[in-house]
């Protein structure tokens, strides 16, 4: 028994011991009382624009990640995690360097991307972020990991200048140090029953007797504590991800908000002034043409350009992406479309036209992009519609807002005023669809097609006398003063939004519509 004793005695004091390091080493060195496990510091100096990691790095979820950077140059550090599309949209074909490995401690392998080495656009601030800081010195956040790939980003705060910080990354566990602790109390306490049991004596007695059930059933309860215990600190042990493909709203309802609410105060500010500067800040693409067109006739005029489209209290509708260019839709006295073709880009209003007298607009809350053929060729036959006039046989299939039937009617006055002077020898006003529409499906069934008619007239005369705008918009950009030789051309854009009820449930019918000259001239 002497021999079995001190063997036994002395497998625990060794196991003890191992124990007793281990669960020393976690809570005291590796982990700590805030429960994280940190990489240490490394000095990673590049290039390139940001650094980022892989979308592949963080593939568990449940504990909550921590980056703390320091900047070496004296300039503020940005920290950020946004979700793997978002992240590679803002940084696209940038030089940026990628994080592709944290070893422990204190190793990071990276990848480095090669490409332009402009300014980024500046990230503080962007809508889409997860969760941000920026600031001089050391900064630090703190995310709790979800699941999917998602990507932290490391750059300079103005997004222009290279990389140069001292960067550390953690992972907060809940309840690891009280985990560690516990290893280490089980480790004590294996090196405090070995001990008992090297120095315990036998019996003078001829037979031992058995121990009380009690202090069997007492010893037995210590690792059954040990191991709920453990099993209590390890609840928040990373998970495996699952998702592979994330997806968010275009906007949320706070962002749409703000976007809105500040369209309206440049909107209005840029027209009293005709601020081109300034209006291009929250418009883009051809809204941005009409608005130019729009202040051009005001200059002609010496006074401001007429009010913009409103959207205080509008309805928003915000679709489901995963990808960009992304959209969203805002109803209100107005319709208008916001687009943004990348991450780095703000939202611009691509369209707007005030909503008809009378005109039915189907609600677009919970409203989805749902651009299509049929919506495509139903924008084409309507262009058909218009070039032919009213008595087009198409007329029977769509439903005209007042404002569509006086562009018609002005069309065909032209053209009979055209037609009795002989010295026109060709009048052309060719109406035709400048981009695929922008389809949003409403939860009633009917869809919204948001698109553009360019119109362009070309009055062709047999060069016998000058011929020159007398009446319309026109005369704003080519006042009636000015004659031309042999003809005359302009161009004019209309915005139109198609209410398209469900097959067989009658005609699509103009719900909103606006025109605007861009320009007029001659040759």
């Known amino acids: 028994m002497r021999v079995l004793r001190g063997v036994l005695g002395g497998l625990l004091a060794v196991l003890g011991l191992l124990v007793t390091i281990v669960g020393a080493g976690a809570a005291f060195w590796l982990i700590g009382p805030d429960d994280t496990v940190y990489s240490g510091e490394q000095h990673l100096a590049v290039q390139g ?68 080495t402009t ?66 109390l089980i480790g004590l306490a294996l090196l405090a029953l070995s001990w008992r049991t090297l120095r315990r004596r036998p019996r003078a007695a001829p037979e031992e007797e058995a121990a009380p059930k009690q202090h069997v059933k007492a010893g037995a309860a210590l690792p059954m504590v040990a191991v709920l215990t453990l099993a209590t600190g390890c609840s928040g042990l990373p998970e495996q991800n699952t998702v592979s493909a994330l997806s968010r709203p275009a906007v949320t309802a706070d962002t749409a908000k703000q976007i809105l609410t500040r369209y309206d105060e440049v909107a209005a500010k840029a027209a009293r002034t005709r601020d081109l500067k300034s209006i291009s800040t929250v418009e883009g693409d051809t809204r941005l043409d009409q608005t130019r067109g729009a202040y051009q006739a005001a200059t002609a005029q010496n006074g401001p350009a007429a009010p913009p489209d409103v959207f205080a209290q509008a309805v928003v509708a915000a679709p489901t992406y995963g990808s960009y260019p992304m959209l969203f839709a805002a109803a209100g006295k107005s319709l208008g479309l916001w687009n943004r073709r990348s991450a780095g880009e703000p939202w611009l209003l691509a369209l707007a036209a005030p909503v008809g007298a009378g005109a039915k607009v189907p609600s677009i809350a919970g409203a989805r992009e749902a651009n299509s053929d049929a919506t495509a060729a139903t924008a084409a036959r309507f262009a058909e519609y218009v070039n032919e006039g009213l008595k087009s046989p198409k007329a029977k299939t769509f439903t005209i807002s007042p404002e569509v039937a006086s562009l018609l009617a002005n069309r065909a006055g032209r053209k009979a005023s055209a037609a009795r002077q002989p010295m026109i020898v060709s009048l052309g006003d060719q109406f035709s669809v400048t981009a695929r529409p922008s389809t949003l499906q409403t939860t009633s069934g009917e869809a919204l097609a948001f698109f553009n008619l360019t119109e362009s007239q070309v009055t062709a005369t ?30 004019t854009l209309h915005s139109v939004v198609l209410a398209i009820p469900a097959k067989g449930k009658g005609n699509p019918r103009v719900v909103a519509f606006t025109s605007q000259v861009l320009k007029a001239g001659g040759y």
């Open 462 to 491: 047999d060069c016998s006398a000058p011929i020159h705008w007398r009446e319309g918009a026109e005369t704003l950009f080519s006042p009636a003063s000015r004659g031309y030789r042999c003809g005359l051309t302009a161009s």
């Open 49 to 116: 624009r940001a650094l980022v990691t892989s979308p592949t790095l963080i593939d568990q979820h449940g504990p909550t990640l921590h980056v703390r950077a320091r900047s070496l140059d004296g300039k503020p550090v940005f920290l950020g995690v946004g979700r793997n599309f978002d992240v590679a949209s803002y940084i696209g074909t940038y030089a940026h360097t990628s994080v592709v490995q944290v070893k422990y401690p204190v190793a990071f392998s990276t990848e480095a991307h090669t490409g332009p």
């Open 119 to 184: 300014p980024l656009p500046v990230p503080v601030g962007l809508d889409w972020w997860l969760a941000q800081t920026a600031g001089p010195g050391k900064q630090s956040l703190a995310w709790p990991i979800q699941d999917g790939p998602y990507q932290a980003v490391v750059m300079p705060a103005d997004g222009g200048s290279p990389v140069d910080v001292q960067l550390e990354f953690g992972i907060e566990i809940p309840h690891a140090f009280l985990a560690a602790l516990t290893v280490l």
